[in-house]
Structures are given as C-alpha cells and as structure tokens.
C-alpha cells in the first residue's frame, strides 16, 4: 500500500480512505484487468480459442505493469476471473476434455502468458539498468566483440528479445502438448 500511495502521490492514510486493504486493493485491479480481457467466442474450436484466450490475457498483463506478481499471489479469486475460467473450461469439456484436462489445459495457457509477461517486465528493467551502466550483454559489441565475434553479431542482430515471437512459439509448443496429451485423456 505504501508504495501504491507513493506512485499516486498521496498518503496511505488517503489511500485506506478508499481502500480497505492491500487485497482489496489486488482484486480491484484484478478486477480492471479482467475487463481489459476480451474473451473468445465460444463457438471457436478449442484450440483456437485457448490461442486467442492466451494472447488476450497477454495484452490485459501489459497493459498493466507489475499485474503479473500481484495475480500469482492471489491467483482466481474473484467472480469476474471465475467467469473466463468457466467459458474457457466449457470450451475445453464441450471438446471432449475431462474436467481435469480441462483445467490443465487452461492453467498452462494462463501461467505461459502470466510468466512470460514477468519475464519480459523483468527483462526490461534489467536492460534499462545494464545500459546505464554499462554492463552485460547489450554492450557486449562496446567493450570486445572480437573475442566473442558469433554473439556480438546475435546481440546486435536481436537485442532486445522479440517476447511476441517468443511468446507464439512457446504457446503453440504448449497447445501441441495439450493435444498429444491432455486431449488423449478423453
């Protein structure tokens, strides 16, 4: 809370006003960030939909900076996640999953865009603070690229990480998986 109420330029006192506590807080902007996912059509095949769902909650997650670390926390626990969580597992049932492939389905696509979304938050910050101070793999072609010719050409060629290229491949691995696997569960 005190930090909230750091970044919003006002006391904590000011900010219990309105809020009454630090999980309140949490599912609040649970709660927005659910209204920023647009959920599929549940008349998509459901391969396509958990695809569409997963960039969805992707988007939402960078809208809204730090909402990764906080969702973990709590994980579903307000009527608004309940209500994605359901259509997503009718979608899953209606396809023939058992619930409990169901819900693995699910939570693999939910989790990769929750982890990767942190991943590429913390990758971010680590970026800003290496270059000023001149430090790690981003001045690699700065300090002696001779010695490291094959990765000083990869750093110049792909700094920073494409996490949208690296989010599709990853999620079409886990799509395929549930597909071999969880589906073979029917």
Not at 130 to 139: I, P
Not at 143 to 172: E, H, I
Request: aromatic share 8%.
């Amino acid at each position: 809370m005190h930090s909230v109420a750091r970044k919003l330029g006002v006391s904590t006192t000011a900010l219990y006003r309105h809020v009454e506590s630090r999980d309140t807080l949490i599912n609040l902007c649970m709660g927005e960030l659910c209204g920023r996912i647009k959920v599929p059509r549940s008349s998509l095949e459901w391969r396509e939909y958990l695809w569409q769902l997963g960039h969805e909650f992707r988007r939402a997650l960078l809208t809204m900076p730090g909402s990764c670390t906080y969702g973990f926390k709590i994980g579903p626990s307000i009527p608004a996640v309940y209500a994605i969580i359901e259509g997503a597992l009718s979608v899953l049932v209606e396809a023939g999953f058992r619930h409990r492939a169901a819900w693995q389905a699910y939570a693999l696509v939910i989790d990769h865009a929750f982890v990767l979304t942190e991943r590429q938050e913390r990758f971010a910050a680590t970026l800003e603070r290496q270059k000023r101070t001149g430090t790690g793999l981003s001045q690699i072609n700065n300090n002696d690229p001779a010695a490291f010719p094959v990765l000083a050409k990869v750093m110049s060629d792909v700094m920073p990480l494409d996490f949208g290229m690296t989010y599709d491949s990853q999620l079409g691995c886990l799509l395929d998986g549930i597909e071999c696997g969880l589906k073979k569960e029917i």
